[in-house]
């Protein structure tokens, strides 16, 4: 199982820390990937980082602000997210897969339960 937290309230320019948390799962075995929604929109893609955390991608809404990192130890994945926008707001969900990473959200196998993020003006 998994399990976004760090959400909240912020304001444009600010920054947080999301975590995701695997218990019953060693997530050292799985590329991690994080996803957004906002209302009314599809699921985004936002970036991934490999089992080992040596590679991460994003996409360009958030290259330069946001950071994916990752302590195997913790069994936990970060996703730091700097210079925040009013546009960055939405549920934020991470999504972990044994196979080679993509952007896609459908091809992630387990899921883990949003948290949300709300960035004000």
């Known amino acids: 199982q998994l399990q976004a937290c760090g959400g909240g309230l912020v304001q444009a320019g600010g920054s947080l820390r999301l975590s995701c948390v695997a218990s019953g799962r060693t997530l050292s075995n799985y590329g991690m990937g994080w996803f957004r929604q906002a209302p009314g929109k599809e699921r985004e893609f936002v970036g991934f980082?490999?089992?080992?955390?040596?590679?991460?991608y994003y996409a360009d809404s958030v290259k330069g602000r946001f950071t994916i990192s990752r302590d195997n130890a913790k069994n936990t994945v970060y996703l730091q997210m700097n210079s925040l926008e009013p546009e960055d707001t939405a549920v934020y969900y991470c999504a972990a897969d044994s196979r080679l990473l993509t952007t896609q959200a459908h091809d992630y196998a387990y899921w883990g339960q949003g948290t949300l993020v709300t960035v004000s003006s």
């Open positions: 980082i490999t089992r080992s955390g040596i590679t991460t």
